[in-house]
């Protein structure tokens, strides 16, 4: 792990989040400090707020950078990403379950062999840093060494993830099935290894109802019992023809949700991929669990999956924690500004309006809340864990012509949300210390 960072100290415009946008007026929920200070001491925020305010905290010899004309966010959170997938992102051609098939399974199989999962895991977190994402859930193999090579390289950089072993005892090739004992065991271990190392979380990680079978669900469960710790992370009603076929395999339930709630696996830090085919009813007990919901609109597009009805699951009555997920390698993108594009496009097919304060809140605190995490990171705030993303409203020429138009922090972001990709992001702090820089060439630290 890396050693303690030493203070340091940012300049620029903070935008972070007092509340939920969804919840009250966007206007009401928005933080907005058009020159602030944000220090850092030991890994965390000390001071953040208003320059002139803020500059009289800074610790005599302490440098401060200048991000003037950037905004300073709290790192994004992706709260569903598949780091073996990244190799195959941009697969041509197939939904779902054909896609696995044909491209997933085969791609999955290499992460036994340790150097080659290192690699990956290495490249992998370096393009979260190029995109401003600090924090993400992250699914691994069937392969407890895929787990070792992703926490190994996330332990070296100082970020903070969540991520497990995948289970899987059917419906899979013979080369990526464990068995229910196999699967328990070897994420038993890893569970010890790594949860609560430095900033390591583990993840139980059922891939979703139809590869497991209900003794591997239950035995997931158990996994789980007796930590409110760890993570719970899987699938649900992604795609038609998969929800379809979890109807067959399991009769007894009600609903697809219901498969994952008879086993014990719908409760606080379960994190369920997509949730795009699920009633009213499946709604109120995500609600009432505390489990979330992680929307992938570029994923659904691609994947042609359908459109997740992000206003529904935000209603006021019984609101449904919701972060944004990148999903790659079915998402096309690792970055969160072309996440919330699509989450956007989505939301006009469905007749809704996405706010960029909302959306950016998704991107942030409300992933963070989605993890249960927010109480470290998801906030630009003393106290709050020094995971920071900067942002360029001014990176290419075509953004600056529009950035002349703005007239408002509101439409920075939106710009931002609707033209920026992996070179709006100036650079990204993680632990308090800077992790990419934008205009030094590759990611620092690396
Ligand atoms: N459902 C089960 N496995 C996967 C996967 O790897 N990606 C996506 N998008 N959906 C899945
Ligand atoms: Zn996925």
Known sequence: APAPSAPAALRGHIVTFRGNPFLMPPHDALVDEPDGLVIIAG???????????????????????????????????????????LPMIAAYGEQLLEWLERYTFPTESRFGDDAYATTIARKFLGELLRCGTTTAAVYCTVHPQSVDAFFGESTRLGTLMVAGKVLMDRNAPDYLRDTARSGYDESRRLIERWHGRNRQHYAVTPRFAPTSTPEQ?????????????????????????????????FPDSRSYLDVYDRAGLVRPRSVMGHGIHIDEHDMCRCHESGCALAHCPTSNLFLGSGAFRLFDAMDARRPVRTGLGTDVGGGTSLSHLQ????????????????????????????GAQALHLDDRIG??????????????????????????????????????????????????WVGGRLAHDRDSGGTTGI
């Open 43 to 85: 890994g965390r925020i000390t001071h953040a707020g208003a320059y002139d305010d803020t500059i009289v905290h800074l610790p005599p010899g302490t440098t401060v950078t200048d991000y003037r004309g950037c905004l300073i966010s709290a790192g994004f959170v992706d709260t569903h990403v598949h780091y073996p997938q």
């Open 217 to 249: 669900l239950e035995l997931a469960a158990a996994l789980l019992k007796g930590d409110d710790t760890l993570f719970m992370q899987t699938h649900l009603a992604e795609n038609r023809a998969e929800v379809a076929w979890v109807a067959e395999l």
């Open 339 to 366: 996440t919330m594009n699509e989450a956007y496009k989505i939301a006009q097919m469905t007749g809704k309006r996405l706010h960029p304060v909302q959306a950016f809140w998704l991107a942030t605190q409300g």
């Open 379 to 428: 906030t630009v705030a003393a106290g709050m864990d020094a995971d920071l993303c900067i942002l360029d409203p001014n990176a290419t020429p075509l953004q600056a012509l529009r950035a002349q138009m703005c007239d408002s922090t509101a439409d920075v972001l939106f710009t931002l949300m609707m033209l920026g990709d992996d070179r709006s992001i100036r650079a990204t």
